[in-house]
């Protein structure tokens, strides 16, 4: 989702770190190390600088400044924030890449892999630059052009489709619409011939390939979301940073405790706001409550399921406690700055590419992640599925060899590579069980959940209905213009006209 | 006679030639605007009666696409109301603004060229890069127009996440960029004869006579050009509100036109339903409905221009 990207990327276009000045500002540092990685397979050998991050123990002792009474107490550094602490990055010493050297065709093949993601992101166009090239190594008859930095991918690809010459395979998000829409190769028969990875897959990643039971993608690194807590914010509070909220009620204390104004009133610090960053009732929260917003099976919206509209409700409980204006005000305040990097909001549900971003970022503050708190009698503590998934356009050239290609990139080496890399998961639970992942105790928070997760309601027309319905209802509902039934009932009304006339054309 | 006649034949042989040449070197451009924009609006003028998602044929649909433009979608009318609100009070204001600053331009004192330039600067930046600067300058705490306000011990406002002040907003922005009409009227101003005003003078007429008399009417001209564009400027109005309708502070993802749709523009709607709702047919009907307000709206302004446009040497 190219939603994801741009925030990250604007967390990094300089936004510059920020000093928590009034914390306590005792935590180890998080430093960037550049490390030469010489990959020696044959028949060449390729250097390649990577870009590491390694937590540096701070082993002297350090300052702590308390708030209001500037007391300078020399403290221990393995007193403060014994997680934090223990964790010791390993540089992804993943094994070199290895294709599958298949018998080569009589004729030369040229595959083509397209990816939204821009040509400048170098942490995701590395990895996959990789995996094409050990491909064309091991392959030198069927060689893959990978061309990233595809913007308006939709448009070029739907495009492409109707003229008869789309690329072999593309890295894309969300695919409903496009399965819909005929545009997409049904790959029910080629996972029927075996020899693939594709197995055992976490149960929501499996569900986020198929459309009516029919297989259209194959999920290409996954991620799902998590509450980041502000560590130095819940001992100010007097909360126990071991104890992150583990029920929606739990949030709601949490929350307010986490919660100040000044005297004129204005918000200073936020504990939580349900739907900042990328979290909404579409993605999380109605499913989180137990709703369904999607029967695939009859072809309804249900936005106005009973649990999504309780959903919602919940929300206008923030939205009236804090104000509306009170929060966009506040937003404001931060002319730009991270509300959660800054120190000033407590608690953030958002994915796992907030990692990295708060590390190199944002390393004043000290934080810890945890799944999502659960709503009692709910379904869980899963949130969106999210990532991005390799599908193969309708018409393409050279399909089986497409598929060898596909069956190789999808693979769990490809994936896993990727994933560290990038600090993205991938969509077997065992595989995220690896050695990187697990010395990492801030993703434990994404990991643990990742199998109660499900993927966002598959609607043919999803994009018209959230940006004409949902997004503008929720919101609406939020300021206190709808009730949030009514809000809901609308949004289904307007959501169901689409999907009906989407579904009568075809 | 038959001498005559072969000539003729002589002439239209070498005629036809040189047809045949112009033609081949003005082949580029005839190509271009047949290939790339006669054909596609005529086949986007066939499309607005169909459904065309790009993929599948497009299926003939009647009026269907311009009746539930104007009977059933309610972002429709929010587009249309935008974008009214946004031309009523932009066009003329423009206008005013960009004549006043003409007329102190137009003076004689030193250093103009450097006045000139620096309020022409505006209009060069990029539409993109402007709107980043202004999004700084509506910020609710941190940005100058508020603090501006705050000095002189006015109430801080939301700009850009309270639809009642996003347009306001977007209006005092594009604003900025007078500079391109600017040019015009101080090229028309220059071409207004010295000896008018030099007859004014001995007939004893005072400034405001002469801006009045002379110089707004002999104007006319160039404001009825700048009404003309500024009004199919602003109904197009495209890159600066998508940019604007992004950068609301609510702490969420994009939206359908900012805050309460607010920002929600004709061609900014047309663009969501072309490219993310993949409602080819739709939004070609759309265009044509565009098109066809323009060329109405602009039709209106031309008929009635008669009673105001003068023009220089008697004609009106």
């Known amino acids: 989702m190219s939603r994801k990207l741009s925030r990250r990327r604007f967390l990094k276009l300089g936004l510059g770190s920020l000093g928590a000045a009034g914390l306590a500002a005792c935590a180890p540092k998080t430093v960037i190390v550049e490390k030469e990685k010489v990959v020696t397979s044959a028949p060449e050998v390729v250097k390649e600088t990577i870009v590491v991050e390694k937590e540096v123990q701070v082993t002297k002792i350090v300052e702590k400044e308390v708030e209001k009474e500037v007391e300078v107490t020399k403290i221990v550094e393995k007193e403060v924030e014994k997680i934090v602490a223990a964790t010791p990055v390993a540089p992804p010493d993943i094994a070199p890449l290895e294709a599958p050297a298949l018998t080569p065709p009589p004729d030369k093949v040229e595959l083509v892999m397209w990816d939204a993601w821009g040509r400048e992101v170098r942490w995701n166009r590395e990895p996959i630059q990789e995996a094409a090239d050990a491909w064309n190594r091991a392959n030198p008859d069927v060689t893959v052009e990978y061309l990233p930095g595809l913007t308006e991918l ?90 992150p909220p583990t029920t929606i009620n739990e949030l709601d204390e949490y929350a307010d405790a986490l919660t100040k104004q000044d005297d004129a009133g204005n918000l200073t610090q936020i504990g939580f706001v349900p739907w900042f960053n990328i979290a909404g009732i579409f993605g999380t929260w109605a499913s989180a409550f137990g709703a369904k917003l999607w029967d695939e099976e009859n072809g309804k919206v249900q936005f106005d399921d009973p649990k999504s509209i309780e959903a919602l409700e919940w929300h206008v409980g923030y939205a009236e406690k804090l104000g509306w204006d009170a929060i966009n005000a506040f937003n404001d305040s931060l002319a730009g700055q991270d509300a959660f990097g800054a120190g000033k909001l407590a608690m953030l549900l958002t994915g796992p590419w907030m990692l990295s971003g708060y590390r190199s970022d944002y390393p004043d503050i000290n934080w810890n992640t945890a799944p999502l708190p659960a709503y009692p009698g709910g379904p869980g503590r899963g949130t969106w599925l999210g990532g991005r998934w390799v599908i193969m356009p309708k018409g393409i050239a050279d399909p089986d060899w497409t598929w060898e290609f596909v069956k190789f990139f999808g693979s769990k080496q490809v994936q896993l590579l990727y994933g560290v890399w990038t600090t993205n998961f991938v969509p077997w639970d065992e595989e995220n069980r690896n050695e990187w992942f697990l010395a990492d105790k801030q993703m434990m928070g994404f990991l643990d959940a990742l199998p109660e997760c499900w993927p966002i309601p598959k609607i043919p027309t999803s994009n018209h209905a959230f940006f004409t319905a949902l997004r503008p209802m929720q919101d609406e509902a939020r300021q206190g213009l709808r009730t949030p039934e009514e809000a809901m009932v609308e949004a289904t009304r307007i959501a169901q006209e689409e999907v009906d006339r989407f579904l009568g054309s075809l | 006679l038959a001498a005559v006649h072969t000539g003729d034949a002589l002439m239209s042989v070498m005629v036809r030639k040189k047809l045949a040449w112009g033609l081949f070197f003005i082949s580029p451009w005839i190509i271009g605007f047949l290939v790339f924009t006669l054909y596609p609006m005529i086949a986007s003028l066939y499309y607005s009666f169909t459904s065309y998602d790009v993929l599948r044929p497009p299926q003939w649909v009647g009026l269907e696409n311009y009746i539930t433009f104007f009977a059933k979608d309610h972002f429709a009318v929010k587009a249309i109301t935008n974008t009214l609100y946004y031309a009523v009070i932009f066009v003329p204001l423009n206008i005013v603004v960009a004549v006043s600053v003409s007329l102190l331009l137009n003076n004689k004192i030193k250093g103009m060229a450097v006045y000139r330039a620096i309020f022409y600067l505006p209009s060069i930046v990029p539409a993109v890069a402007a709107t980043m600067i202004w999004v700084w300058i509506f910020s609710y705490n941190n940005g100058l127009l508020n603090y501006g306000l705050n000095l002189i011990g006015l109430p801080k406002i939301a700009w850009l996440n309270d639809p009642n002040w996003t347009k306001p907003a977007l209006i005092i922005m594009t604003l900025w960029g007078f500079g391109g009409a600017m040019v015009i009227y101080l090229a028309g101003l220059q071409d207004i004869p010295q000896s008018l005003y030099e007859a004014a003078e001995v007939d004893g007429a005072g400034t405001p006579q002469k801006l009045f008399k002379i110089t707004l009417p002999l104007l006319t001209p160039q404001i009825f050009f700048q009404l003309v564009m500024g009004i199919i400027g602003a109904f197009q109005v495209f890159a600066t509100v998508y940019i604007l309708a992004g950068s609301s502070t609510t702490g969420t993802s994009q939206t359908l036109g900012g805050p309460a749709s607010s920002l929600l523009f004709y061609n900014v709607y047309l663009y969501f339903n072309a490219f993310q709702f993949f409602k080819m047919g739709y939004s070609s009907a759309m265009a044509w409905i565009l098109f066809i307000a323009t060329m109405i709206v602009t039709l209106i302004v031309v008929r009635g221009s008669q009673r105001w446009v003068f023009y220089m040497g008697g004609g009106r």
Request: aromatic content about 10%; overall charge negative; glycine content about 10%.
């Open chain 1, 154 to 243: 939709d448009a070029k690809l739907l495009t492409a489709v109707a003229a008869g010459d789309p690329p072999n395979c593309v890295i894309h998000g969300p695919t409903t619409e496009l399965a819909y829409r005929g545009a997409l190769t049904k790959l029910n028969d080629y996972l029927d011939l075996g020899g693939h990875d594709f197995v055992d897959m976490i149960p929501g990643c499996w569900e986020s390939m198929t459309v009516k039971g029919d297989v259209y993608s194959i999920a290409w690194n996954t991620n799902n979301g998590a509450v980041f807590y502000n560590t130095d914010l819940f001992k100010e509070a007097g909360l126990d940073p071991d104890q």
